[in-house]
């Protein structure tokens, strides 16, 4: 299949529509002055060809795009004990929800959640230096340098009481092992994260390849370990719109509201969108028309 012609065909189709509408994440201020008018699109198949489009070699804020690395990081190093804090069910909450925390004992509903991703964040910082690991994976995955936005991780530091709600009340729980104020501040600097369409796209490449690095061909996770990301990603990726996401894309993502938008067609490619303006859901709005124009004229889907 030709991809290059086809996302220089989405791009355009969408640009009538680039920074009409949907609204860009305003919680700090430097996501808030983010341009809404941008859009890339970047795919990396499982035998290394790559297409892209439009802003594709932008960098931006991860933001949630960090909970798939993170957990890749915890499957690996943790194993199964890690599932001993965490689930793997949709929450039907908000991400950042204390609510269901308190019913079932300070363990989060699944590692996409912002109180199921500071639990795994937690696990990680009790076994490395979380933050520069992190940023070693994301280089190694995707042949680039890869580094943090310190002014995004200190303005999610002040403005984080939510966050640090959640960690707080996991930890009254007993589900936290290190000091707070660490696993917020790995925490931070992983949303920080700064990349492009491109590099996301290579980053992810594992996923479509049985847990194989796509450069160095190190077994990374198992294959086993890949496919359950993948269900997660379907399931819980997408916040409260992975119903939504499964109907009209019918691929496992895994959103941000940086507004990228990771999405695995498992054993063919990766694929990465990005667009500043969101949907109230907090997922990218022409990220999303995107994915479904791209699965629509090419027929992939999981289903
Ligand atoms: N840094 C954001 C938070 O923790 C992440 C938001 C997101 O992308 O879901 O609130």
């Known amino acids: 299949m030709q991809f290059q012609p086809l996302l220089e065909e989405i791009v355009a189709t969408l640009q009538p529509e680039l920074g009409a509408a949907g609204q860009v994440a305003s919680y700090i201020p430097a996501l808030a002055r983010v341009p809404a008018p941008q859009f890339g699109i970047a795919l990396r198949t499982r035998d290394g060809q790559e297409a892209h489009a439009g802003d594709s070699t932008t960098r ?19 194993g199964e004990a890690l599932w001993d ?20 004992q300070g ?22 230096d979380a933050k520069a690991e992190m940023l070693s994976l994301l280089s190694t995955l995707c042949g680039d340098p890869v580094d943090f936005d310190e002014e995004v991780a200190a303005s999610e530091a002040s403005t984080g009481f939510r966050n640090a709600a959640l960690a ?14 660490t696993v917020l501040d790995v925490y931070f600097h992983h949303c920080a994260v700064r990349m492009s369409c491109l590099q996301l796209a290579r980053a992810a490449g594992f996923l479509c390849r049985d847990g194989v690095h796509p450069y160095t061909g190190q077994q ?16 819980c990726g997408t916040y409260d719109a992975a119903g ?10 895994k959103s ?41 004229k090419t027929g992939l889907s999981v289903f």
């Open 168 to 181: 707080n009340f996991m930890k009254s729980f007993g589900r936290i092992d290190n000091d707070v104020g």
């Open 220 to 235: 990374l996770l198992t294959g086993r370990q890949a496919r359950r990301v993948n269900a997660l990603m379907l399931t």
């Open 107 to 128: 363990i989060p509903r699944n590692p996409f959640i912002n109180a199921g991703a500071l639990a795994v964040t937690d696990r990680l910082v009790s076994r490395f």
């Open 60 to 78: 931006f804020s991860l933001q949630s795009i960090s909970k798939l690395f993170a957990l890749t990081l915890g499957m690996r190093e943790v």
């Open 85 to 104: 804090r965490i689930g793997r069910e949709p929450s039907g909450n908000p991400f950042n929800s204390l609510v269901q925390l308190e019913t079932e």
């Open 256 to 296: 941000g509201v940086g507004g990228g938008i990771v999405a695995v067609v498992p054993d063919r490619l990766t694929l990465c969108v990005w667009s500043p303006a969101l949907e109230p859901t907090g997922n990218s709005l022409l990220g999303m028309k995107a994915l479904e124009l791209f699965t629509a």
């Open 244 to 253: 939504e996401f499964a109907f009209r894309v019918g691929l496992p993502c």
